[in-house]
């Protein structure tokens, strides 16, 4: 299965990876644009003029041609009608992820996302009455091979493992591979994929217009009878995926350790893809269970973008969203985060390149002050004009990439904003803390000027507006914003907010912010040095 590189879910070491490429979660938006724009109407593009400082003609449109519905089972529908071309990008938002997950099970909500895509009872099977079985033993034989390695049985675990191999062999002859993948591609379907987040979990992709009901088909199906088969060589491509991108990996690692030096006890702290001891102990009774616990009609919402009728898609979803039971949400147990009190650090030696990180807590996306955020991200990080690119990049050259992250690892919840920096040959962390610590005080007794605010809020507004000209942009703006604060329409009282934010508003958030009390540190050096 493939991962999405769609801007919402872009991983944190993919961000590493790309260095100077990085961009900030406030303008990440315009990435959106790149990957999946298909025009910029003529209403956008007068929306998108310096001179235009209101929004609110294109905000009425989209009301004008919004629908939302919820089905009697608890499943929400937001459909945008959008005629510009016979296209249609659907989204699939389940609102569960990372933070959800039971202690010492850390990486189901992500197996689950893999599994999602092995198909049902029907798609995914040449026979599954002859495989419903072999399924079954496979995981009677997993629970006894675990059970003799306890006992340390090493010549029980030697023949069991070896029946479980012959077992699986003969699920896989049974098994279609990527047959949902099939199914979408030959229809014209494009961009099938799916991403796991510490607080949810996305499917999605788009269809020529005439295919409606057949995306109702295949997405309904798909959660109302899954078959969560390939389970055991599944796992095997996640841990290779968290070698690749925690083990294999400085960074990751460093990452990884950053957060739970950052968090004390709220989930933030835990890796989305799971740890390793805890993925290997992963059964597929806990993938169905946690899929039974939060994939109930309640806990979805849907987003569909495009050329639609709205009484057809309430028709269609009836029929087939209406299947579902409903059902009560499971309820994690997430435990709020105290209040930092003094500076916390943590340094790790490995062979890589050096690198400097520096952590703040913030609050969740639903404060009143989430636009000044926003803005101080920008300021400080968002491309070539900020001001961490020119001080420590071009003027100081202590640093080959410095950016930074506001809201990680997600928003849902008080969160962090990350800050990193890699060293220029020559030119230690110990510089860089001080170079970024500058600029950040800055903030705090310095206020920004009137053009510097006005450019930053130009490039937030273009970005987001951007964004919701792509189909699937629109998508995944609606729902982020429905699922997590409450109503779509909070979308777009952000850019209102963001054109309120005054160099007052910043002084002040920095001030709070930006304290040794609620300071992260983290240096990774190089090993040997």
């Known amino acids: 299965m493939k991962h999405s590189t769609l801007e919402f879910r872009l991983r944190i070491l993919d961000w590493f990876k790309e260095r100077t490429k990085t961009i900030s979660r406030l303008f990440a938006l315009t990435l959106v644009l790149i990957i999946f724009c298909w025009s910029v109407t003529p209403q956008l593009a007068i929306a998108l003029q310096p001179s235009q400082t209101s929004i609110q003609p294109y905000l009425d449109r989209v009301i004008k041609e919004l629908t939302e519905f919820r089905l009697d089972n608890g499943l929400k529908f937001i459909v945008l009608e959008r005629h510009q071309a016979p296209v249609v990008s659907f989204l699939t938002y389940a609102d569960v992820g990372g933070i959800d997950e039971p202690d010492g099970q850390t990486g189901v909500a992500h197996f689950l996302e893999h599994l999602a895509f092995k198909g049902t009872k029907r798609i995914g099977t040449t026979d599954y009455q002859a495989e419903k079985p072999l399924l079954e033993k496979l995981e009677e034989l997993d629970k006894k091979i675990r059970s003799a390695k306890a006992k340390n049985q090493k010549s029980a675990v030697d023949e069991l493992e070896t029946k479980f191999k012959l077992v699986e062999a003969k699920a896989v002859k049974l098994v279609k591979q990527n047959e949902i993948g099939q199914i979408v591609e030959q229809a014209g ?20 217009a005439n295919k409606l009901e057949l995306w109702m088909s295949l997405e309904s199906e798909r959660f109302l009878d899954p078959v969560f088969r390939e389970f055991y060589k599944e796992k095997d491509v996640i841990l290779e995926e968290r070698r690749m991108r925690v083990e294999n990996s400085p960074v990751g690692l460093m990452v990884e350790k950053f957060m739970d030096t950052a968090f004390k006890v709220h989930p933030y702290r835990r890796p989305t893809i799971g740890y390793d001891e805890d993925i290997r102990n992963l059964t597929p009774e806990n993938v169905r269970t946690f899929f039974e616990n939060y994939y109930v009609p309640s806990n979805l919402t849907i987003a569909i973008v495009g050329d639609v009728d ?27 985060e105290p209040q930092q009190t003094k500076t916390r650090e943590l340094t790790l030696e490995l062979p890589t390149q050096p690198w400097y990180f520096e952590g703040y807590h913030r609050p969740a996306i639903t404060d009143p002050n989430n636009a000044a955020y926003d803005i101080i991200a920008s300021l400080l990080s968002s491309g070539r004009t900020s001001r961490l690119y020119k001080s420590l990049i071009e003027e100081k050259r202590i640093a080959l990439a410095a950016q930074g992250i506001n809201g990680y690892p997600g928003d849902k919840y008080p969160n962090l904003m990350l800050f990193y920096a890699l060293t220029a040959p020559g030119h230690t962390v110990d510089e860089l803390a001080i170079a970024l610590r500058t600029e950040i005080d800055k903030l705090k007794t310095e206020p920004v000027s009137p053009k510097e605010l006005e450019r930053v809020k130009n490039q937030a507004r273009a970005g987001l507006l951007r964004s919701l000209d792509s189909n699937m942009g629109m998508a995944q703006q609606l729902l982020e914003y429905e699922v997590k604060t409450g109503s779509w329409r909070n979308l777009f009282k952000q850019l209102d907010d963001i054109a309120a934010v005054t160099p007052a508003d910043i002084q002040r958030v920095a001030q709070t912010t930006f304290t040794p009390e609620n300071r992260t540190v983290g240096k990774l050096l190089s090993k040997g040095k």
């Open 310 to 336: 709205p009484d057809e898609v309430k028709k269609l979803a009836q029929v087939y969203f209406g299947r579902y039971q409903a059902k009560t949400k499971g309820q994690a147990k997430i435990t709020s």
């Open 189 to 208: 379907g494009v961009g099938l994929n799916a991403t796991t987040s510490s607080e949810a979990t996305r499917y999605f992709y788009s269809f020529p």
